[in-house]
């Protein structure tokens, strides 16, 4: 016999998967029509930016990990990608590759430092890590310093599809990022997924179950920030320049932004989150300065009244998880 | 003239000065975070926000008040440090409650908002701030040439460091203040009104902060983003010291400000990411920094 407990339970998983398709399903028909409405370049910008927040909630919202400093991949990601795509003349998706790769390779590197500290510890390491790094893009050859690497080529995706192409570019971003949300949406729900949480919920208890949760955090942040170099290769190759705006403290405390704003720890928070900031930037750039103020008082906003985020506050309304 | 290691004396004591006048103010941010992480258990992100406002402050004090720097020592400080208490009362207390994670969030927000400000006003080139005439020259020491200014920050900044170090270690006040970072219930049970102790606590931090700020603007350029560029550092250094101490917060500083001083001098261009591979390379051999208690 099932309890009404079970019931209940049964109930609301099946309400919970029906109202996570619904709102893929709606997302999805949203990204099909828009760009025909709205500008291209805009909308891989906000979907490059909507990658780059689902990556970095991998680690805050389902690890519990502050990482300050996310620019560190998502910015040298984008250099090589445009390295490789410009120097060394390679198609738009094996530069994507090595950039992702990149992310990779950096996320190991920097994970096995910065997960040997927990807290606000953390937070300050990757930031002063991003920030060790950002100093040696400033002067390597590499990252052409001030000047950044411009007029990266498109190229012919698989040597056939020209990206200079709009409508071309535009599939092949959606593409790329809604396989990339689908993997992390697996991830989360995969029984690894389900470690992180507890390692999220309780790190002692976690331990004491005997999971070597530090091998959990660096898997995790190695996941994240390789698809954060997915996100900033596909950024560099669609506006055809890579520069140190992307590898700057700034950007990691953006992304910060869009994922509370959006919702942490929810699965469509982090995407709804980097659409609006995205768009909220485009329109209030003529007020200069002014965009580090108001984005400074939407943080102290959402920590103050609304940590749930706008995804978070809906989902909690209609009693679903989204 | 003789040398060191094959690099005149010269140059080496004189990237050793910079090194120590750039400590200085590494121990006097870290310190205060140190201070304010004991009592709030919150990373104050807005510190360099902070430091930058001193010399915002001090500079327009002088510029549309004709207030000369020696006052500016004393009054901005305060200034500032008030603000600080208007935040913490109105802001930070109603987070007090909550995961570390939103008084670092809430406090990176500030940042931004107070950047931003100062950036729209002043552009962010910088402006600049007279050394104080009873300060202007230098001494020859015979191997070096010391200008005064850079002696008197040195010395001050260590007499402010060991000021804090004693009244914390050392006075009734700071025994409150120690037992309410171990206990604030308890202490609280004492009589002893912790909220307002808390609120003071992170006046304090910012007005060390701002004094720093003071003191650095004749050095530096007066500038919007002079806070964001010294605070990462600063973090490192906090991570590299661990917060649990105040001596060690000071020791680390200057001692991390005369490595970078050195490496300037054997290896320039690592000058600037040195305290960040410092920082990697004690996360690796002893995570738990050198006067910390481990997170």
Known sequence: ?322 | MFEIFGIPSQAMFAQLLLGLINGSFYALLSLGLAVIFGMLNIINFTHGAQYMMGAFVAYMLLQYLGVNYWAALVIVPILVGLTGILIERVLLQRIQKLDHLYGLILTFGLALIIEGLFRDYYGSSGQPYDVPDALQGGHNLGFMFLPNYRAWVIGFSLVVCFGTWFAIERTRLGSYLRAATENPTLVRAFGINVPRMVTLTYGFGVGLAALAGVMAAPIYNVSPQMGSDIIIVVFAVVVIGGMGSIMGAILTGFTLGIVEGLTKVFFPEASNTVIFFIMIIVLLVRPAGFFGRSA
Request: glycine residues 10%.
């Open chain 1, 1 to 322: 016999m099932a309890s009404a407990a079970d019931i209940s339970a049964i109930k609301l998983r099946r309400d919970t998967d029906l109202s996570l398709a619904v709102a893929a399903a709606a997302l999805l028909a949203c990204l099909i029509v828009a760009p025909f409405v709205l500008y291209p370049v805009f909308l891989m910008k906000a979907l490059c930016f909507a990658l780059f927040a689902c990556a970095f909630n991998l680690l805050i919202g389902y690890v519990g990990l502050v990482s300050f400093g996310h620019a560190l991949y998502f910015g040298w990601a984008g250099y090589l990608a445009a390295h490789a795509a410009k120097v060394w003349g390679l198609q738009p998706e094996l530069a994507v590759g090595i950039g992702t790769a990149t992310g990779a390779v950096l996320g190991l590197l920097g994970g096995v430092v910065a997960i040997r500290r927990q807290g606000i510890y953390f937070a300050m390491i990757t930031l002063a890590l991003a920030q060790m790094m950002y100093l040696v893009a400033l002067r390597v050859k590499l990252t052409g310093g001030e000047d950044g690497i411009q007029d990266v080529p498109r190229g012919r995706l698989f040597g056939v599809l020209d990206l200079n192409n709009e409508m071309t570019m535009y599939a092949f971003v959606l593409v790329v990022v809604l396989a990339a949300f689908f993997l992390i949406y697996r991830i989360i729900n995969s029984p690894f997924g389900e470690v992180l949480k507890a390692i999220r919920e309780n790190e002692q208890r976690a331990i004491s179950l005997g999971y070597r949760t530090d091998r959990y955090k660096l898997v995790a942040f190695v996941l994240s920030a390789a698809l954060v170099g997915l996100a900033g290769s596909l950024k560099s190759i669609v506006f055809q320049l890579a520069s140190l705006t992307d590898v700057h403290w700034t950007m990691s405390g953006e992304v910060v932004l869009m994922t509370l704003v959006g919702g942490m720890g929810t699965v469509f928070g982090p995407v709804v989150g980097a659409f609006l900031i995205v768009a909220m930037e485009n329109y209030l750039a003529p007020l200069g300065q002014w965009v580090l103020v108001i984005q400074g008082a939407i943080f102290v906003v959402c920590v103050l009244v609304f940590r749930r985020g706008i995804v978070g506050e809906l989902a909690n309304w209609l009693r679903v998880k989204l």
